[in-house]
């Protein structure tokens, strides 16, 4: 009797479990089942570096991934570039120059890319990298033509795997400013240098708050003049060249190391 009993009191059990998940939804299996974490909303920790993934251009679109120890995802190895310049020529050229104080073995080329608005860039011209483990002065002269305002460069470096990397963009004028210019616009020596062909009054150093590091006067002075930066002076900057006529001034972002 105490059998039937309890026979009966688990079917009653079963019944009930059963009318309940029908009534409400539930499902005892799947609510002992972990969620399942798509990559959408799942990042795990300690993710590792940002690499190259499927994307033209990597760094408008990334993923992030552990970068282990395969060479076709690993980053490139970085050249040591130094004295990045950007000049006028006397025949209404523009002449880029850098120096590499090492590169790396398996580097392949530089190319130059240009841009009238500093968003859509095309590549210009190119020259191959020499793998010099001691450095290498390199130079491009590029003549722009039907461009009114400004002038933005930069340099793709990319090595045999065909892995890339961006140096800073470049700026200059393309007006009769251009004679008017600030270099290097990536500092590491401590000075920074204007060439003048027009006057102007004061010659300031502006961090990237806005705040005002130094001023220098320039008395209307043309020519070279070299203006040695305060130790406040790092990271991105800008060199502002006023004058009495303030639709003339000059502004030029530079990186100081």
């Known amino acids: 009797m105490k059998y039937v009993y309890s026979q009966v009191s688990r079917t009653v059990c ?5 009318l309940i998940t ?16 798509s990559s959408a909303d799942y990042v795990p920790v300690n993710m590792g570096k940002v690499i190259p993934n499927e994307y033209i251009d990597f760094r408008q679109k990334t993923r992030y991934v552990y970068e282990g120890n395969n060479s076709m995802t690993a980053l490139p190895t970085p050249v040591a570039m130094r004295d990045l310049i950007i000049t006028p020529s006397s025949d209404d050229g523009i002449v880029l120059q850098w120096r590499c104080t090492w590169e790396p073995d398996n580097l392949k080329l530089y190319e130059i ?19 010099y483990q001691s450095g290498k002065v390199y130079s491009y002269r590029h003549y722009p033509v039907n ?5 933005f460069y930069r ?13 800073p963009i470049l700026k200059i004028a393309a007006t009769g400013s251009t004679q008017n210019y600030v270099f290097p616009t990536i500092v590491n020596t401590g000075m920074v240098s204007v060439y003048l062909s027009d006057s102007f009054q004061v010659a300031q150093i502006v961090n990237s708050q806005g705040r005002i590091l130094q001023t220098q006067q320039l008395s209307g002075k043309t020519g070279r003049i070299d203006i040695p ?6 990271g991105i900057c800008f060199v502002r060249l006023l004058g009495q006529d303030t639709q003339r ?8 190391h």
């Not at 079963?14 to 059963?18: D, G, H, R």
């Not at 461009?147 to 002038?151: A, E, S, T």
């Not at 930066?229 to 790092?234: D, F, S, V």
Request: glycine share 8%; no cysteine; charged share 20%.
């Open 14 to 18: 079963i019944t009930a479990i059963l």
């Open 22 to 37: 029908s009534i409400t939804g539930m499902n005892g299996v799947r609510a002992q089942t972990p969620k399942n974490y």
């Open 113 to 131: 890319e240009f841009s009238s608005d500093g968003i859509n860039f095309q590549r210009v011209g190119v020259l191959p990298a020499g793998n």
């Open 147 to 151: 461009v009114r305002d400004m002038l």
């Open 155 to 167: 340099i793709r470096i990319t090595d045999a795997a065909g892995r890339y990397d961006y140096t």
């Open 229 to 234: 930066l305060n130790p406040q002076a790092e």
């Open 249 to 256: 001034d000059v502004v030029q972002k530079i990186f100081i």
